[in-house]
């Protein structure tokens, strides 16, 4: 079953323990096609593709998603995002959000 998620661009800054991300302001946020047991290459090829065109190489990317806890909303975002580098952090991020189906994935651009 194919899903979608919200990919929001931008990075993560951190001062004083505190995490917290910028979103790039010259791009928008795209819905990209998500589905449980997609590889890591795939989910990054889907969040390329939205933000880059075929025409238009695309620089490198860092996938990242931050993982709900009810805790850390009512003290702050102390818990480092996650990044997602492989198939196994991509089946652990479907997990959160077939639990939760507004969180959002995060992407950075090394433009």
């Known amino acids: 079953m ?6 929001i661009p931008g990075e993560w800054t951190s001062v004083d323990s505190l995490w ?3 979103i790039d302001k ?17 989910l990054q090829n889907n ?4 933000f ?10 860092v996938l990242s998603y931050w993982p709900l806890n009810t805790k850390e909303l009512a003290t702050g975002l102390t818990t480092p995002p ?23 994935l995060f992407v950075t651009f090394d433009t």
């Open 26 to 42: 010259k791009k928008m946020s795209r819905i990209v096609p998500v589905r449980a047991g997609m590889s890591f290459a795939e």
């Open 20 to 22: 917290n991300f910028v």
């Open 82 to 104: 996650v990044i997602l580098t492989n198939n196994g952090v991509v089946s652990y991020f479907f997990h959160h959000l077939a639990a939760h189906k507004s969180m959002n």
């Open 52 to 61: 880059y065109t075929f025409t238009e190489p695309a620089p490198p990317s």
């Open 2 to 7: 194919v899903d979608l998620c919200m990919v």
């Open 47 to 50: 969040v390329t593709n939205e």
